[in-house]
């Protein structure tokens, strides 16, 4: 696909090969924090390429396939609950980015970060870019990836707990989602750091 959309720019420099980078699962009770990170090719252009927040499912799917069927490279990377707890949301979302980064098949020469704070362990240049996944094309795919890899990894955890409601709720604090945890208690891949219950509130204090 070629061509340049209304609202996404193609690139932040033009001729320069980047790397978007975003994430997905900052303010969840249980899971990993996930993050992607999306080289695109030269003018790549999809008309429904948007921040994955302003997307239904359907088509954050869709959109994953032609981004992984069409990227000049892409990768996923993780921290989970346990580094979470043990370096903060903030450090294991970088944690996160980084080892997206690293996994990349091919080595970009610029970083666009969605935010406005990012620790880089790459050695390669960065930019922050604030709502980055509304602007820039490859900031945008890499949300979508990152995204749709999380609910993946979350449906597949709520076959193993299925009290919590993680198919529908993703991890994410929803009123049902902490009614589960009173009813069910903690499980292994909730973050023991975050708010879950007022009981914890005092058990950790």
């Not at 249980?30 to 994955?52: E, Q, R, T, Y």
């Amino acid at each position: 696909m070629s061509g340049r959309g209304k609202t996404l720019l193609p690139c932040l420099v033009e001729g320069r090969m980047e790397a978007g980078i975003d994430e997905a699962g900052r303010g969840c009770l249980a899971g990993p924090v996930v993050a992607a990170a999306v080289i695109l090719p030269s003018g790549f252009f999809h008309p429904l390429l948007n921040d994955s927040k302003q997307l239904s499912g359907k088509t954050r799917d869709n959109l994953r396939l032609v981004i992984e069927e069409e990227a000049l490279a892409w990768a996923v990377g993780t921290a989970t609950p346990r580094e979470i707890d043990e370096i903060n949301i903030l450090n294991a979302t970088f944690l996160a980015m980084n080892r997206a980064v690293e996994r990349l098949p091919v080595t970009p020469g610029h970083l666009l970060v969605d935010g406005n704070r990012f620790r880089n362990m790459s050695g390669i240049p960065h930019t922050c870019i604030v709502r980055g996944d509304a602007k820039i094309c490859s900031v945008a795919a890499a949300s979508i990836l990152a995204k749709t890899h999380r609910d993946e990894i979350m449906q597949e955890l709520h076959g193993r707990y299925p009290g919590y409601g993680w198919s529908k709720n993703k991890g994410y604090p929803t009123r049902i989602h902490r009614e589960a945890i009173r009813k069910n208690g903690i499980s292994p891949f909730h973050r023991l750091s975050f708010r879950l219950n007022d009981e914890q509130l005092t058990l950790w204090k």
